[in-house]
Nanobody
Framework: VQLQASGGGLVQDGGSLRLSCAAS????????TGWFRQAPGKEREFVAG????????YYADSVKGRFTISRDNPKNTVALQMNMLKPEDTAVYYC????????????????WGQGTQVTVSS
């Protein structure tokens, strides 16, 4: 499975963006998928995850209530809708997938896409 993230850009404080992760391969619908981000000088952090069926979702505390992860298995895509963006959300965002629940701790995140830059100006 190969992953391709897109949808990043420059947005003002309080604005919205929608990221998309497109996957190739027939196993996509059997894998949990998640979004991670890495800001300059900081470690990569988990943002959101979704189970293979889409029935369970998980979020970092910092994005709960603002971000929504969803998936469309027939189209092999996972989206991250980001609302009420803040300057501290500025980072390169990556999608990843693997076997597990979609929770950061219980998923083997072993496939990664290239990142897409999100910049939130104040």
């Amino acid at each position: 499975v190969q992953l391709q993230a897109s949808g990043g850009g420059l947005v003002q404080d309080g604005g919205s963006l929608r990221l998309s992760c497109a996957a190739s391969g027939r196993t996509f619908s059997s894998l949990a998928t998640g979004w991670f981000r890495q800001a300059p000088g900081k470690e990569r952090e988990f943002v959101a995850g979704i189970s293979f069926s889409g029935g369970r979702t998980y979020y970092a505390d910092s994005v709960k209530g603002r971000f929504t992860i969803s998936r469309d298995n027939p189209k092999n895509t996972v989206a991250l809708q980001m609302n009420m963006l803040k300057p501290e959300d500025t980072a390169v965002y990556y999608c990843a997938n693997g076997v597990g629940s979609g929770n950061y701790y219980t998923t083997n995140w072993n496939r990664w896409g290239q990142g897409t830059q999100v910049t939130v100006s104040s």
